[in-house]
């Protein structure tokens, strides 16, 4: 769909560019090929050298040029370009303000390979494994946790970034992660009940008790959180491409999913239930 868009352009807006595609303009070649009064004589010096630009980001593997010159809803667009040096990311925390909280875990998905990091065991190993990746796509990552992660790491996340709040927000889907994921058909089976404040409290049992049940319960929701990022960026994908001229060719087949490493402990996650509730009793 990159190739197919015109919108990162400056002075070209959602209405020209389907103009373009209207009049046989579907792709950056075919713009040289037309006829000519596709656009303003003004316009079109400045189309060709983006254009040109353009092309040179992609074979250059740089999705950060295209990041900056289109609006965060429109992100989508360049997955599939980017889509071998892409991870999911997500994070869990022991509270939502860096100044009192810490990370509790970290969880990345490339669509082959699942990470883990887990705080006072291989956390700073994440340093250097996100280098390896040129685009991080999250749910509401941009306003929580890159900024949570420089904070606390005192690293800079330069990476492009598609943050799917946004771009589910275009398609009418809005809230948290798991209610997006409700709304597209997603079944958390056994932690359909678990969300990011549980995980609190399964970070604060680890820590007292060291028992490996509850971490390993905490890891299973975090790593489920990236492997369901995969589904719902092919899902946005495809439903925005319903509306326009491309969905033959660009459609994207669903995902293989992996199979996930670590398994919730449910007799955990209830005994943790009932003394959160005694605790909120009191």
């Given at each position: 769909m990159l190739k197919n868009t015109f919108l990162h352009i400056p002075g070209i807006g959602a209405e020209t560019e389907k103009k373009f595609w209207r009049r046989g303009i579907c792709d950056w070649d075919s713009f040289n090929t037309t006829d000519p009064g596709k656009v303003p004589a003004k316009k079109e010096a400045t189309v060709y050298e983006y254009l040109f630009t353009s092309k040179q980001h992609l074979q250059d593997g740089d999705p950060r040029f295209f990041a900056e010159l289109m609006p965060a809803g429109q992100h989508?667009?360049?997955?599939?370009?980017?889509?071998?040096?892409?991870v999911f990311l997500d994070i869990e925390t022991s509270g939502l303000d860096v100044c009192f909280g810490e990370i509790s875990?970290?969880?990345?998905?490339?669509?082959?390979?699942?990470?883990?990091?887990?705080?006072?065991?291989?956390?700073?190993?994440?340093?250097?494994?996100?280098?390896?990746?040129?685009?991080?796509?999250?749910?509401?990552?941009?306003?929580?946790?890159?900024?949570?992660?420089?904070?606390?790491?005192?690293?800079?996340?330069?990476?492009?970034?598609?943050?799917?709040r946004y771009v589910l927000a275009g398609l009418g889907f809005k809230g948290g992660l798991k209610r997006c994921e409700k709304a597209m058909g997603i079944d958390r089976g056994d932690l359909s009940g678990v969300d990011g404040y549980f995980a609190v409290h399964l970070w604060n049992e680890y820590k007292q008790t060291k028992d490996p049940k509850a971490l390993e319960t905490l890891l299973a929701y975090n790593v489920e959180d990236v492997v369901n990022l995969e589904i719902l960026m092919v899902e946005a994908y495809n439903q925005y491409l319903e509306n326009m001229p491309f969905l033959e060719t660009r459609r994207l087949p669903p995902p293989d999913l992996p199979e996930i490493p670590f398994v919730a402990d449910m007799p955990t996650v209830e005994r943790i239930r009932k003394k959160t509730e005694i605790y909120n009793f009191f």
């Open positions: 989508w667009r360049f997955f599939p370009e980017f889509r071998e040096s892409a875990t970290i969880a990345m998905y490339d669509g082959r390979s699942i990470f883990t990091y887990v705080n006072g065991e291989n956390l700073d190993e994440f340093k250097n494994d996100i280098k390896k990746y040129n685009l991080i796509i999250s749910y509401n990552g941009k306003s929580f946790d890159v900024p949570f992660i420089q904070d606390y790491m005192g690293i800079t996340l330069d990476h492009a970034h598609i943050d799917l």
